[in-house]
């Protein structure tokens, strides 16, 4: 009777959040190496569309100018819907909005205002 009960009751319990990690390219040659390591914003109930938010580290692949820096940190919250994501990516004063797929072959353009559109590639890790 217990294992009936269990059987019963196991599909209500809630679901563990889970991460999402990714690496990528941003820039326009895409010189910047971008890592994250996003969280679940909050387990949802359909398997297909998911938030995620977290912070994300860039490692400059090139030599850097004057002043420039060699890595940048930021964060980003992205919605999940299979392999197509809508992102808000915060770097230091930019903010860009952006909507891809998840691969390593796909290019999106962020939209980062005055910084104009900046190709970013991202995919799982």
């Excluded at 580290?57 to 090139?62: D, F, G, I, S, W």
Aim: charged letters at 25%.
């Amino acid at each position: 009777m217990r294992a009936h009960l269990l059987l019963v009751l196991l599909p209500m319990l809630p679901t563990p959040a889970t991460a999402l990690e990714l690496t990528g390219r941003y820039g326009y040659a895409g010189e910047w190496a971008l890592t994250a390591t996003l969280a679940e914003a909050e387990p949802s109930a359909s398997k297909r569309k998911r938030d995620f938010a977290g912070p994300i580290q860039l490692k400059h692949l090139a030599l850097c100018g004057p002043g420039e820096v060699a890595e940048k940190t930021g964060t980003l919250n992205l919605r999940r819907d299979g392999r197509r994501y809508a992102a808000m990516l915060a770097i230091g004063e930019e903010n860009c909005a952006v909507t891809g797929t998840l691969t390593e072959d796909g290019v999106a353009f962020a939209d980062c205002g005055k910084a104009g559109k900046i190709p970013l590639r991202l995919w799982l890790k």
